[in-house]
């Protein structure tokens, strides 16, 4: 069983598109979280949540919107993509110190 | 804010060369300290944690010793394989709530037979 997973593994879309990422945690953790990888590699928080606190940080755009209909799941809103939102998007979720992560999604904006 | 900053790649190997990778840190408070690896295509993994001041962390023969006075987290191991080939990340979490963590820009490893 995979313990975060996240669907689709790959994206390509066109420019002004809506889209979403689907990340779900089997490990019974309370927080989950979204980061950012570049083309570098350089990989960066967007959000963390748990039941009771979303903590955004603050550079990135509201574009881009966590929505979780439960504990077990931490889905990705973007709107209006635009050519710099490609990057690869990790999901990954603790209870601790330890984060567990997805396979991440590659997302290409054409 | 927290920053960690760590040794530029990529590096290159040869097969049972020793391997030091440097990381250094910036926190406000006392965090944990971690290192990441990312094997080709795949998410990210723990590789090894410690959580206080002379701590260390060690898994797979990699090692890596909190130092408080210097603020580092270097990253050793004694023979690298061709299979350790990967990204390595440096990382930290302040704790207290949100474990999120802060990363190094990473360090691409390529170890050749």
């Known amino acids: 069983d995979t313990a975060v997973s996240q669907t689709p593994k790959y994206l390509v879309t066109q420019m002004g598109n809506d889209k979403s990422i689907k990340c779900e945690q089997n490990l019974g953790h309370d927080t989950m979280y979204w980061y950012k990888q570049d083309s570098k590699k350089f990989l960066k928080i967007m959000f963390s949540?748990?039941?009771?606190?979303?903590?955004i940080n603050e550079t990135v755009p509201n574009r881009f919107s966590p929505k979780s209909p439960d504990k077990a799941h931490l889905n990705l809103h973007i709107n209006s993509l635009e050519l710099g939102d490609s990057a690869v998007y990790f999901c990954?979720?603790?209870?601790?110190?330890?984060?567990?992560f997805g396979q991440g999604t590659r997302l290409t904006v054409v | 804010g927290d920053s960690v900053t760590q040794m530029e790649g990529p590096v290159t190997l040869s097969e049972e060369a020793f391997l030091t990778i440097n990381c250094t840190y910036t926190?406000?408070?006392?965090?944990?300290l971690f290192w990441y690896v990312q094997y080709p295509g795949e998410g990210l993994q723990l590789l090894l944690k410690?959580?206080?001041?002379?701590d260390k962390g060690s898994n797979k023969g990699f090692e890596a010793t909190y130092r408080k006075e210097t603020t580092s987290f270097h990253l050793e191991k004694g023979s690298v394989q061709v299979s350790d080939s990967a990204v390595y990340f440096c990382?930290?979490?302040?704790?207290?709530?949100?474990?999120?963590?802060?990363f190094g820009k990473g360090t691409k490893l390529s170890v050749i037979p």
């Open positions: 926190a406000t408070g006392y965090p944990s």
């Open positions: 949540y748990n039941n009771k606190e979303l903590i």
């Open positions: 990954a979720s603790s209870q601790g110190m330890e984060a567990f």
């Open positions: 990382a930290l979490s302040e704790g207290a709530g949100s474990y999120q963590l802060t």
């Open positions: 410690a959580t206080k001041a002379d």
